[in-house]
């Protein structure tokens, strides 16, 4: 298994600004993605972030709104850019191919 | 398209009874399933796997049950412990693709 943490683990924003969420593995790990719940809703994968590449977005998600760094294979950050109230949710990363394990995530609330 | 669907929002189970939380799936190509559990301001948890050569796989007070036939998987708790209260989500993937479909989740509380 794998101990994954993320900074920061809660924030309030101003509409229009952008947040960046870090995400930090303890181990090397070929697979790491973001993923957004929503108020009372399910985990909905956000984009898989690829080392070395451009992250890999799912339908609905794009580059411009949440783009994705993956400098190494511990380390990913999601910037959630030009913020809504509509993008208060708890960001969550993971890292793992079978099971994926998953950080404390980032509690983010939009005014 | 919800491809994994978790019918019971939620349930209730007295302390050392059995826990049986319930999860369909429409998607025939998912061929890995897992459970996860989550309490509140923590990222989920794994709980335990099944692929789908296999009907059945157990860990410790947790038991999950696969029937690919009715696209139905269950997870069951026996005994129920007060700790056991969380939200249980059950997920899915295709073979060669790591990416994973979540249920809505069913919240578990244990009464003592």
């Known amino acids: 298994s794998a101990v994954i943490s993320q900074k920061p683990s809660r924030d309030i924003c101003q509409r229009g600004t952008s947040l960046t969420i870090q995400c930090q593995v303890d181990?090397?790990?070929?697979?790491m993605f973001w993923y957004r719940q929503q108020p009372g809703q399910s985990l909905t994968l956000i984009a898989t972030?690829?080392?070395?590449?451009?992250?890999?977005?799912e339908s609905g998600f794009v580059i411009d709104k949440f783009p994705i760094s993956r400098p190494n294979l511990t380390f990913s950050t999601l910037t959630v850019s030009n913020m809504s109230p509509e993008d208060s949710s708890i960001y969550l990363c993971s890292a793992g191919g079978g099971e994926q394990f998953f950080g404390p995530g980032t509690r983010l609330t939009v005014l | 398209d919800q491809q994994v669907k978790q019918n019971s929002p939620s349930l209730s189970v007295q302390e050392g009874r059995i826990s049986i939380l319930n999860c369909d799936y429409t998607?025939?190509?998912?061929?890995?399933f897992l459970w996860y559990k989550k309490y509140p301001a923590e990222g989920p948890t794994f709980l335990i796997s099944?692929?789908?050569?296999?009907d059945k796989n157990e860990d410790g007070r947790f038991t999950v049950f696969l029937n690919k036939s009715a696209k139905h998987l269950s997870l069951h708790i026996v005994p129920s412990q007060p700790g056991d209260s969380a939200v249980y989500f059950c997920a899915a993937r295709g073979a060669n693709d790591y990416k994973l479909s979540f249920g809505a989740g069913t919240t578990v509380t244990v009464r003592a």
């Open positions: 998607n025939s190509m998912f061929d890995y």
């Open positions: 099944i692929s789908s050569i296999k």
């Open positions: 181990s090397q790990v070929t697979m």
């Open positions: 972030a690829n080392q070395g590449s451009e992250a890999t977005y």
